[in-house]
């Protein structure tokens, strides 16, 4: 009876380990679709959902970190300093007597610690996205790794003045940040920022992954593939052990037969599993695509709510600086001719000369608004139809053609020029 409850027991836990490391696979498989099927934006580009970007990391006013001294969007530093203790130890010897020795322990305590963080700018060839890196599974870069004595001057320039007990004379000093200009991968969830009227990266709980590192994006992806095969090797090898677990509490001759068993339900399950991670994957990715079209919309309504106020803008200055001009050089013909007593008036107009006028500046306004607008129509057409291919290669890959044959998705269409194309501002003065 002790052995068939050793063995439920036994069997139970193989049982939870099993399902939780299938979770996990699943999990893991999910995230590397995510992965692949995000194109990457430009910063222009980044409008709201999820998105992925490439760029350097800037700041205005950068961190000077404490150990390294080098510009940086965030850093953290630590120093330990190493101890070597005696304690004594109790234990019994093999003829039954209690005896002590002394034992040796090393380690290390961190005696300081330190850094700072904050929101940064990730840059790239058409501008820049803000990046708030709080709650983000961030990887940073080792900056400072040092390993000292108390002859070295960075002992204490850096460190504090007491010791821990033990002290071996010997700390580490370490620095991990991100420096300016280092290329950056960033996947996260776009948003609208409260102060002004551009994009953000940040954390949100509804976000699948937010995710800031110096690795690629294809590195990423890769460490998921791997950890959907290990976890499903770890889980097929938890269920073998649940079913022999359950067919030895009953009929030990059998615990192989329970093995296969288990092996059986294990396959049957996370054959379940992943038609569901797949079906769920395609569905969002085909959403996500539809928001990708408003995307779009949302673009050429701002064209067209931007642009006809500031060319009428540019032509109200414009009509103005005419005038302006006008009457000065009428001004100047007058002065030229005038008697002596008119000396006082075309001093003034000398004086005058031509007015500062800012017709130039506005035109560069209009100008860069122009192109920023078009810009930002082209980048939302590239990323609509981007992650259009992602999605109609997924229809046509197997085995995920087979998943989404079951409820009938469609492909997508790619833009087209002549299909809907919105009428471009005309612009006339």
């Known amino acids: 009876m002790p052995v068939s409850q050793d063995a439920s ?3 139970l836990i193989a049982l939870l380990a099993s399902g939780g490391s299938l979770l996990l696979a699943l999990n893991a498989g999910r995230k590397r679709r995510l992965l692949d099927d995000t194109p990457v934006s430009k910063a222009l580009g980044v409008f709201v959902g999820e998105v992925e970007v490439e760029g350097v990391c800037v700041r205005r006013d950068p961190f000077i970190s404490y150990l390294a001294e080098k510009p940086c969007v965030l850093y953290s530093w630590s120093v330990d300093e190493h101890w070597r203790r005696a304690r004594q130890e ?3 010897d093999d003829k039954g007597r209690t005896r002590t020795r002394t034992v040796i322990d090393t380690g290390s305590d961190t005696v300081a610690s330190g850094g700072e963080t904050g929101g940064f700018y990730i840059q790239d060839d058409t501008g820049y996205v803000w990046v708030n890196p709080e709650g983000a ?7 400072f790794d040092q ?17 821990v007990e033990g002290s071996t004379g010997e700390r580490s000093f370490t620095e991990y940040g991100l420096v300016i200009g280092t290329p950056l991968f960033v996947r ?15 954390h949100e709980d509804k976000a699948d992954m937010f995710i800031i590192t110096p690795r690629k994006a294809e590195d990423i992806s890769e460490g998921k593939a ?3 095969v290990l976890w499903h090797v770890v889980g097929a090898a938890c269920a073998a052990g649940f079913g022999a677990a359950l067919m030895a509490g009953a009929r030990p001759e059998i615990a192989p037969i329970g093995l296969l068993i288990g092996l059986g339900l294990y396959l049957f399950a996370a054959s379940a599993g992943w038609v569901w991670m797949v079906f769920n994957s395609i569905t969002a990715l085909r959403n996500r695509v539809r928001q990708a079209s408003s995307l779009i919309d949302i673009q050429l309504k701002r064209r067209a709510d931007l642009i006809p106020p500031l060319v009428a803008c540019v032509q109200g200055f414009r009509a103005h600086e005419a005038s302006v001009q006008t009457l000065v050089a009428a001004l100047r013909a007058q002065a030229a001719g005038a008697r002596p007593s008119a000396v006082g008036p075309m001093l003034v107009a000398v004086a005058e000369q031509y007015p500062e006028l800012k017709g130039q500046q506005v035109f560069a306004e209009l100008s860069k608004n122009l192109v920023e607008t078009e810009d930002r129509i082209a ?12 999605y109609n290669t997924r229809l046509e890959r197997v085995p995920d053609r087979y998943v989404a044959d079951i409820v009938t998705m469609n ?14 501002q005309m612009i006339a003065f």
Not at 379 to 390: E, G, M, P, Q, S
């Open 137 to 143: 599974d961030l990887d940073t870069l080792t900056m």
């Open 90 to 92: 109790t234990y019994t």
């Open 411 to 424: 492909p997508e269409p790619l833009f087209q020029a002549e299909g809907f194309e919105r009428q471009a």
């Open 379 to 390: 980048l939302a057409r590239a990323y609509h139809n981007n992650i259009a291919t992602f």
């Open 226 to 228: 791997t950890a959907f």
């Open 188 to 202: 996260g969830r776009a948003s609208e920022r409260p102060d002004i009227v551009a994009a953000q990266i940040k």
């Open 147 to 163: 390993h000292v004595d108390r002859d070295d001057p960075l002992y204490y320039d850096k460190g504090p003045d007491d010791a």
């Open 9 to 11: 027991g036994a069997g």
